[in-house]
């Protein structure tokens, strides 16, 4: 059985920058090259990630940064320009999502597992569950009308795979090279592997794509779950 993203409008929401290379570029390179509609959702502005060396202006770097690896995609791009460590599901960020999600209409949403390691990814988690069921709702008013239905939503694997137990996977084996250009793009985060507390993402991102490709027998795969919640889930 091979999964079609064709017809879909598939959005990644994720805290930081460089996010979606390690957890879900894969599978949202494999939805482009069906044909669907993609897009990056990225929350924070990166400004409190970067090397032991200071780096002036972080921020601005890594918006270029992202630029450049969703450019590699082919991958419209949100930036809610939240501050690291400042995120949180309260009413004004939700609001920022719940626009973001009109303006893209997605199908699919492919977000944080609630559990993951940090801080942000916990509260990006939340605030992605959130906007996917108020997004459709009429008593939030924005500018942009109501979505008509919910969009399914993903959970994506955790860092390192702690503490995830996957319910399906997604073959990236042909588009691993990719997930390796984009990160790439990422000069700041790359720079940090000579720090004492950071693995370097190179040799996250290949480890934890051949470990669930071996558990899935491919070369490479990225893991995922089903939120399963009232109109949350889709046939596929």
């Known amino acids: 059985m091979r999964l079609s993203f064709c017809g879909e409008r598939v959005l990644a929401v994720v805290a930081h920058p460089d996010d979606a290379e390690l957890l879900c570029?894969?599978?949202?390179?494999r939805a482009r090259a069906d044909d669907a509609a993609i897009a990056l959702c990225i929350l924070c502005r990166g400004d409190r990630g970067g090397a032991t060396k200071?780096?002036?202006?972080l921020a601005a770097g890594r918006k270029q940064e992202v630029a450049a690896a969703a450019g590699l995609l082919g991958a419209e791009l949100f930036l809610a320009g939240i501050g690291d460590g400042q995120l949180a599901d309260v009413p004004a960020q939700r609001r920022r999502l719940i626009v973001i999600f009109r303006r893209f209409g997605p199908t699919l949403?492919?977000?944080?597992a609630p559990h993951d390691y940090h801080a942000d990814h916990r509260a990006a988690s939340a605030l992605?569950?959130?906007?996917?069921?108020f997004a459709c709702s009429a008593g939030h008013r924005t500018r942009q009308r109501p979505l008509a239905e919910p969009p399914a939503v993903w959970?994506?694997?955790t860092v390192d795979m702690l503490g995830f137990d996957p319910g399906f996977y997604v073959d990236v084996t042909q588009h691993l090279p990719l997930k390796r250009e984009m990160l790439n793009c990422h000069g700041s985060q790359l720079e940090r592997g000579n720090d004492a507390?950071?693995?370097p993402l190179q040799r996250l991102m290949l480890r934890q794509?051949?470990?669930?490709?071996?558990?899935?027998?491919v070369a490479a795969a990225e893991a995922f779950r089903i939120h399963n919640a009232w109109k949350?889930?889709?046939?596929?």
């Open 25 to 29: 570029a894969g599978t949202l390179a």
């Open 209 to 217: 794509a051949a470990a669930r490709g071996a558990q899935a027998g």
């Open 54 to 57: 200071r780096v002036q202006d």
């Open 155 to 157: 959970w994506m694997d």
């Open 232 to 236: 949350r889930i889709r046939a596929w």
């Open 128 to 133: 992605a569950e959130a906007a996917s069921w």
């Open 197 to 199: 507390d950071f693995e």
């Open 109 to 112: 949403v492919l977000a944080h």
